[in-house]
């Protein structure tokens, strides 16, 4: 019966992964070799952009907002 305890566990590991892999913010700078490196607070996304344009497309996309 004390098998229970197991169970505890699932709910905290969302808890973490809310709070560290959150997208509040995203990056994009200018590569020394060209093209713009993009990234995001979340530190799971970064690619490599051909222009500050489609940098801003990608990370729009990355978070999931589609607005504009
Ligand atoms: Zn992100």
Redesign the pocket.
């Known amino acids: 019966m004390s098998d229970n305890v197991m169970y505890d566990s699932p709910t905290e590991f969302l808890h973490d992964v809310a709070s560290v ?1 959150a ?1 509040v913010a ?1 990056s994009v700078i200018p590569h020394d070799k060209g093209g713009y490196v993009c990234a ?3 530190e ?2 970064e690619v490599i952009a051909t222009s500050r344009d489609e940098g801003l497309r990608l990370a729009r996309a ?2 999931g907002s589609s607005t504009g």
Do not use: E, I, L, P
């Open positions: 892999g997208c995203q995001c607070s979340c799971r996304w990355h978070t």
